[in-house]
C-alpha cells in the first residue's frame, strides 16, 4: 500500500488557542450503544486533551464553522447514516482547513450513502451485500468477544510509537474494504478479522487515523489501546 503524504506544521482549522496548552477533541457519539462510563474514561484519564462530548443528532451542529473553532481534533465513535449536504460540506470544509480526524471502531459503518466518506476514512464496512463496479461485496462481518494478537506494522509511525504487538479482547471485523492511499499502523492474522484494523492517512490538509479496536470496556482498559488513541490524537492535532 502506498503511503500517505505528511503535511507538517499546519495549525488546526480556524482554531482558537486552549489557553492550557490542551488538545481540544469532540467527541461524537450516537446510533451505537456503548459502555459510556468506561468509555469517557479513556479521555478523562489522557493528560494531553480537553473533551467534549456530543450525540446525534446534535452532533453536526458541531462542525459549522463558528462552532468548530472551539476544539482541534473530531474523534468519530459514532454509527450514524442520516447527514444533509450542509453538514457533508462543513466537515469537508473542515478537513480542507486541516482540522485532525480519529474515527474509532464501528464509525467505520456510518454514512453509507455518502461514497466521498468511504474516501476520507480509507474504509468501506457493507452493512448489507452489493455489488461495487461490477464486483459482488458481501456483508461485512463482525464477531465479539475474540481474544487475538495485534500486531504493529513495520516501518514506525508516530502513532505506534513505543508499542509492541499486543494481545485484546474485542470485536473483530472483517470483508470490508481498505484503500490503498493509507499507511497500515495495525495488522492481524485472526482469522475472525481483516489483515489490516489501523491505518493513518491524509485527506485535503486533514490528517486521518482510524482504528478498528474499541467495542468495550476489555479494549478502553487495554494500555495499548488507550496508548494508540491518546498517540492518534496528537498525531492528528500535528503535535508529534
Known amino acids: 500500500m502506498a503511503p500517505c503524504v505528511f503535511v507538517a506544521g499546519l495549525p488546526a482549522a480556524d482554531a482558537n488557542p486552549s489557553p492550557d496548552g490542551k488538545i481540544r477533541v469532540l467527541v461524537v457519539t450516537g446510533g451505537h450503544g456503548f459502555e459510556k462510563p468506561q468509555f469517557f474514561q479513556m479521555f478523562k484519564d489522557n493528560p494531553d486533551i480537553a473533551y467534549e462530548a456530543v450525540e446525534h443528532p446534535n452532533a453536526h451542529a458541531k462542525w459549522r464553522p463558528e462552532a468548530a473553532k472551539s476544539y482541534d481534533v473530531i474523534a468519530l465513535y459514532d454509527m450514524w447514516q442520516p447527514i444533509t449536504e450542509e453538514a457533508k460540506a462543513d466537515l469537508l470544509a473542515l478537513l480542507q482547513a486541516g482540522k485532525g480526524l480519529v474515527v474509532l471502531h464501528h464509525a467505520i459503518a456510518s454514512y453509507q450513502e455518502w461514497p466521498e466518506y468511504a474516501k476520507i476514512i480509507g474504509a468501506k464496512y457493507y452493512l448489507a451485500k452489493t455489488v461495487v463496479d461490477g464486483v459482488e461485496k458481501p456483508r461485512s462481518a463482525y464477531k465479539h468477544d475474540v481474544h487475538f494478537k495485534v500486531g504493529i506494522a513495520p516501518g514506525g ?11 485484546i479482547h474485542d470485536e473483530t471485523y472483517k470483508w470490508f474494504d481498505v484503500a490503498t492511499d493509507v499507511t497500515p499502523l495495525l495488522t492481524a492474522t485472526e482469522p475472525e478479522s481483516g489483515p489490516v484494523i489501523g491505518w493513518a492517512k491524509t485527506y485535503a490538509a486533514s490528517r486521518v487515523v482510524y482504528i478498528q479496536l474499541g467495542h468495550d470496556h476489555f479494549a478502553y482498559e487495554n494500555p495499548a489501546y488507550r496508548q494508540l488513541l491518546r498517540q492518534a490524537i496528537r498525531w492528528t492535532a500535528r503535535k508529534n
Not at 509511525?157 to 494481545?167: Q, Y
Open 157 to 167: 509511525h508516530p502513532v505506534t510509537a513505543e508499542l509492541k504487538d499486543f494481545e
